[in-house]
């Protein structure tokens, strides 16, 4: 079976994500797993949802999306893990399994600064959604599949625009 990670904060979810999902399922993904993290590794604290908020607004955005969930395995991560960590639990659950992390264009530019991240393409194969603007580090030399998604939105883009209006 061919299974798709994608975690993210997720703060919202918006329709760039669910573009993301969606071109997944094209490529014949036999299941997605969309993991909204409980620690926010690299980004500020500017939250608008908490966590529990963001896995209730994830389940209702794709709840009409055959072949994918949502899940709460990073529900009680500490700060001292890391997505390695979940890959390598998600690897036991799915043994037999094709596993590939998906990741957008602007967390992969900085992939070789997570924790353990030379672990994650040993559990998985990579793909990278791109987006339009955003340029992949060619620095970082990891094997990955390029995925262009032609949706130009952020979470943090959408996060200030709230924030003004209120």
Not at 23 to 40: S, W
Not at 127 to 155: C, E, G, W
């Amino acid at each position: 079976m061919k299974i798709a990670i994608f975690g993210g904060t997720f703060d919202p979810i918006h329709e760039g994500h669910i573009t993301i999902i969606k071109e997944l399922l094209n490529l014949k993904m036999d299941k997605i797993i969309v993991i909204p993290t409980n620690v926010k590794y690299y980004k500020k604290n500017d939250s608008m949802f908490d966590y529990i908020k963001r896995v209730e607004l994830c389940k209702h955005a794709l709840k009409d999306l055959s072949n994918v969930e949502v899940s709460t395995i990073e529900e009680n991560i500490g700060n001292d893990e890391g997505f390695a960590d979940t890959l390598r639990r998600l690897k036991q659950i799915y043994p037999n399994d094709d596993l590939y992390t998906v990741i957008g264009s602007d967390s992969y530019n900085y992939i070789n600064t997570w924790r353990k991240w030379e672990t994650i393409p040993k559990l998985s194969k990579i793909i990278v959604a791109t987006r339009p603007h955003f340029k992949i580090n060619d620095d970082i030399s990891l094997d990955y599949i390029r995925l262009d998604i032609n949706v130009d939105i952020s979470s943090s883009e959408i996060r200030a625009k709230l924030s003004k209006e209120a």
